[in-house]
């Protein structure tokens, strides 16, 4: 019997030996056929759910130069890489006198972020700085992003595109949001004196309300803007925001941009 009983031991401890080693074996297998297709890391954005659905900015074209609308999707951490696919898509039906530089088919390689140098690879050049310009808009939405590089001679940033930018970018709010009384624009402005207008305007071309900004710099150095815009309105209904300067030599509308809201 205690033959017996030690010969059931040492059959027992053979079979957790020869399964504990199998087991092994198929972990390494495993992951020596796993095959890694993208490479994001954005520090800052890992306290995001798996999947949220999430509002990001992407800067198409108006007239050459960058112009933010709002795309939703649903997103994990990758809220950067997210965003380059939607710019990629180009315009959609609703992005009316909005278009793209970037060529068809352009896709996403890898990203990663650190030092606050976006690193990006895509699976092909792009071809002006129109394109770049996008891109670096696009990215630089993101706090934690100050230049990108595409694999030029040296990251850059949003000043290099001063030539694609225009003198007014309203940044805050975008194209279609819905605002309400006391709503805060901002964005950057390059103008003369650094001083220029405003005005909102209902669906029939009514102001409702209207002053001027002076933004941190301007006359060739670009500065930032703040303000907000109170207005009494009855009922919700479509409006304009309206921003443009007024020219130095005969007192005429300069630089006017137009972004439509919906008024609450």
């Known amino acids: 019997m205690p033959n017996t009983r030690a010969g059931m031991r040492f059959l027992a401890a053979l079979s957790l030996f020869v399964l504990l080693i199998a087991g092994c074996g198929g ?5 020596s056929t796993t095959t890694v297709r993208e490479t994001v890391t954005e520090p800052g ?6 999947e949220t659905s999430k509002a990001l900015t992407i800067y198409l074209l108006r ?20 965003a380059l696919r939607e710019l990629f898509k180009g315009p959609s039906p609703d992005d009316e006198g909005l278009e793209t530089a970037i060529p ?3 896709a996403l390689r890898s990203l990663a972020i ?14 002006q700085d129109d394109a770049l310009a996008q891109v670096v808009y696009t990215l630089t939405a993101f706090p934690t992003v100050k230049r990108v590089d595409v694999g030029a001679d040296s990251p850059v940033g949003r000043k290099a595109f001063e030539a694609q930018t225009p003198a007014i970018l309203v940044e805050s709010p975008r194209p279609g949001e819905t605002v309400e009384p006391g709503f805060e624009v901002t964005g950057t402005a390059n103008t003369f004196e650094a001083t220029f207008n405003y005005e909102l ?3 029939d071309g009514r102001v409702l309300t209207k002053d001027f900004v002076t933004a941190t710099s301007g006359s060739g150095t670009r500065g ?34 137009e972004i439509p809201l919906r008024l609450e």
């Open 45 to 50: 954005t890992t306290s995001l759910p798996t």
């Open 27 to 31: 972990d390494g297998d495993s992951a």
């Open 201 to 203: 305007k209902e669906a």
């Open 63 to 82: 007239d050459g130069k960058v112009a933010p609308v709002s795309r939703t999707v649903v997103t994990g951490p990758r809220v950067g890489a997210a």
């Open 114 to 127: 650190a030092g606050g140098v976006a690193s990006v690879e895509l699976s092909k050049p792009l071809p």
């Open 224 to 257: 930032t803007f703040a303000f907000k815009v109170v207005y009494t309105l009855g009922e919700p209904a479509d409006g304009t925001l309206v921003v443009f300067e007024l020219s130095a030599e005969d007192g005429s509308r300069i630089n006017e941009q």
């Open 104 to 106: 068809s088919g352009t």
